[in-house]
């Protein structure tokens, strides 16, 4: 599987801003997608994450740094995760990557672990400017 992160970029305080991440290859493989997010000098940090659930509907967890302002949702047709940011703020300035995994959780709280995800994209700038 190869996931294609785009949409980072330069965007002022309060203003919203949306990535992408394409996934192709042995898609049906994976379960979840999500979004990590890196700072300067430090580790990647959970952001969102999407897990199919079939007929039920997908399921999604947040960050609570995140929640109520960024919506993950997928593209099921089109193989593509997004992750519509609002409100930005100066502190959401960081680089953004998508990742994959096969497993599934029951408990969404698993997923914010980056040691269970089994595929990667490239990152992605986001810079807020205050």
């Known amino acids: 599987v190869q996931l294609q992160a785009s949409g980072g970029g330069l965007v002022q305080a309060g203003g919203s801003l949306r990535l992408s991440c394409a996934a192709s290859?042995?898609?049906?493989?994976?379960?979840?997608m999500a979004w990590f997010r890196q700072f300067p000098g430090k580790e990647r940090d959970f952001v969102a994450v999407v897990r199919w659930s079939g007929r039920i509907g997908d399921n999604t967890y947040y960050a609570d740094s995140v929640k109520g302002r960024f919506t993950i949702s997928r593209d099921n047709a089109k193989n593509t995760v997004y992750l519509q940011m609002a409100s930005l703020k100066p502190d959401d300035t960081a680089v953004y990557y998508c990742?994959?995994?096969?497993?599934?959780?029951?408990?969404?709280?698993?997923?914010?672990?980056?040691?269970?995800?089994?595929?990667w994209g490239q990152g992605t700038q986001v810079t807020v400017s205050s």
């Open positions: 990742a994959g995994t096969r497993a599934y959780y029951t408990n969404m709280y698993y997923y914010i672990s980056g040691a269970r995800y089994d595929y």
């Open positions: 290859g042995r898609t049906l493989s994976m379960n979840g």
